[in-house]
Nanobody, 124 residues
Framework: QVQLVESGGGLVQAGGSLRLSCAASGRTFSRYSMGWFRQAPGKEREFVAAISWSTGRTYYADSVKGRFTISRDNAKNTVYLQMNSLKPEDTAVYYC?????????????????WGQGTQVTVSS
């Protein structure tokens, strides 16, 4: 079992930055690929970014490429999402998720564990 707790959300003006953190329980964090997803009101959950446990390769949605950066610190059991140049359309609840094995990391259905989410609101 893995428990995930997100933090770092808040209200920011357009063009600003936030860094989300996701702290994971368990001693095998380094064996989990981690992803960030978001869900805006009235919309479906969508993929944002992911990082593979085995290769360290990162993946990004086209809408956030060049603005968001996913990273991880295995010593701290934490994955981060640095969000720069934020736009009002980035407003959503952001969730982190974890999965073991070789999976399609852009698909939410592939993930085994989810956090409770943290709200990000970007004002114009």
């Amino acid at each position: 079992q893995v428990q995930l707790v997100e933090s770092g959300g808040g209200l920011v003006q357009a063009g600003g930055s936030l860094r989300l953190s996701c702290a994971a329980s368990g001693r095998t964090f380094s064996r989990y690929s981690m992803g960030w997803f978001r869900q805006a009101p009235g919309k479906e959950r969508e993929f944002v970014a992911a990082i593979s446990w085995s290769t360290g390769r990162t993946y990004y949605a086209d809408s956030v490429k060049g603005r968001f950066t996913i990273s991880r610190d295995n010593a701290k059991n934490t994955v981060y999402l640095q969000m720069n140049s934020l736009k009002p359309e980035d407003t959503a609840v952001y969730y982190c998720a974890a999965v073991t094995g070789i999976r399609d990391l852009v698909r939410g259905a592939e993930y085994d564990y989810w956090g409770q989410g943290t709200q990000v609101t970007v004002s114009s």
